[in-house]
């Protein structure tokens, strides 16, 4: 493993509260020196990399993807999903356990940690399951989890809806120093629902998913976890009474973090119009006033983290034969025959984000809605946190070497069809965004260079 030399390039290490120009030399897969500016040759044995007019920062962690493996790789794979990873600029991320066989043994992270060693790309942290096949009933056995390499419990996909189960997993996991991330929807209320409730459900004729589905389940989980005395995640809040609960929740002494996702600060409901099932997610888009609180949590602290919920599906899983030529990103869907509307209600939740996360990001930086080193908490020591990963998060000499170059003003557009991820699920299509990750080191090793375009 070469020495590299990253020159000149703005360093934001928000763990330090550092944002400065300066050189990083790594070695060992270790952050080796930080200075002011070494000699002008450096050392001879380091390969230099101009960094000037980029940031240098902690390498992006990733709390929430899903990468279908083991099971369904006609959407994904363990190895397409930690190069997309790589291309994203994410050191690391945390995939979530609804696999086939379902995470819930330490044979299946095992299975998934040695799937990983073996591709030059993004470190995968796996994540068990709560309950055995994720059945909201027996708890699995966290102990011989976390021996096994897993960071984080959740039942991401499905809610745990017997709360004498969630506490007790709640008491189990914060006795052991983790956290169990919740997806929060009450079932009886989302059956059968397409889309957020509001006018888009209405013009297109299908049903809504009320905000009242989220809400009241955060509400519920909440209430758990203050009384078990238990460190939870909420997974993508997305309305603004949610938000408003968690507010609350740590003023009685709730220990609670959150994440946002990408799509939902950054599209409403109106996009399910144009971009149909590649729109289509759990919790759904929500209203323009939804957007807004989000995007003011991400300001004010509120929200902890930025995760992509990164949902890969392939175009038989999103209905797309069926739905082919009805929706269009050039005009609004107008309403749905009964048989395309009961397709789109079939059509799989969710959308890629890995590769688009940190352009849509950069939007909010380039905006003035956040800063730069509020962007790097957001995607890099938040995650890095919540998933209690020693040495990431922070650029200090004498850490592991998870570092992210990025050109904060490279312009691109969004091509699916040139994703590393094998699927194409994304509402971004066509869209112009600036900032791009062009270098990824993962303990001291380049697994992506974006100069060239390719992976290492």
Not at 118 to 129: E, I, N, Q, W, Y
Not at 355 to 378: D, K
Not at 402 to 426: A, Q
Request: proline residues 5%; hydrophobic residues 45%; glycine residues 10%.
């Amino acid at each position: 493993m070469s020495r590299i030399l990253l020159r000149g390039g703005r360093l934001i290490d928000p763990a330090r509260a550092v944002d400065e120009v300066c050189d990083v030399l790594i070695g060992g897969g270790a952050i080796e020196a930080v200075a002011a500016r070494h000699p002008a040759q450096g050392p001879a044995d380091a390969t230099p990399i101009d960094a000037t007019g980029c940031w240098v920062v902690p390498g992006l962690v990733d709390p929430h993807v899903h990468l279908r493996d083991p099971g369904f790789p006609e959407k994904e794979t363990i190895a397409t999903g930690l190069r997309a990873a790589a291309a994203g600029g994410f050191t690391a991320v945390a995939a979530m356990a609804n696999t086939a066989p379902v995470n819930d043994t330490p044979e299946v992270t095992r299975y998934m940690l040695a799937a990983a060693a073996g591709v030059r790309a993004a470190r995968l942290v796996p994540v068990s399951a709560v309950t055995r096949g994720l059945g909201g009933r027996a708890t699995v056995d966290f102990a011989a989890m976390i021996e096994a390499g897993a960071r984080l419990f959740s039942d991401d996909g499905i809610p745990i809806d017997d709360q004498a189960v969630l506490r007790a997993a709640m008491e189990q996991t914060g006795r052991l120093g983790f956290v169990i991330s919740l997806h929060e929807e009450d079932r009886a209320l989302t059956a059968r629902g397409a889309v957020n409730a509001g006018e888009v459900s209405k013009r297109l004729g299908v049903a809504g998913i009320p905000a009242a589905a989220e809400i009241e389940r955060v509400r519920r989980d909440l209430a758990l976890a203050i009384g078990a005395g238990a460190p939870v995640h909420v997974a993508h809040v997305s309305t603004a009474e949610s938000l408003d609960l968690i507010r609350a929740a740590r003023k009685r002494g709730a220990q609670v973090t959150c994440e946002a996702t990408p799509h939902h600060f950054a599209l409403d409901e109106r996009a399910v119009l144009r971009f149909g099932p590649d729109a289509k997610m759990a919790p759904p888009l929500r209203s323009q006033r939804d957007v807004a609180a989000v995007l003011a949590a991400i300001a004010d602290g509120t929200i902890n983290m930025i995760a992509t919920d990164h949902a890969p599906h392939d175009s038989g899983s999103k209905r797309m034969e069926r739905l082919a030529g009805i929706f269009s990103r050039d005009r609004d869907c107008p309403r749905l025959a009964e048989d395309a509307g009961e397709a789109l209600t079939e059509a799989a939740n969710g959308v890629v984000g890995l590769e688009t996360a940190l352009g849509l990001a950069l939007e909010l930086v380039h905006r003035g809605v956040i800063s730069a080193a509020r962007m790097v908490e957001l995607m890099s020591l938040g995650g890095a946190q919540l998933l209690r990963l020693e040495g990431s998060g922070t650029l200090e000499e004498g850490m592991r070497a998870d570092v992210t170059v990025i050109d904060p003003d490279m312009e691109w557009t969004v091509d699916p069809t040139k994703f590393i991820s094998k699927s194409r699920n994304s509402p971004f299509a066509g869209r112009r965004l600036k900032g791009k990750a062009i270098v990824t080191i993962v303990a001291g090793d380049i697994v992506y260079d974006g100069r060239t375009g390719a992976s290492a």
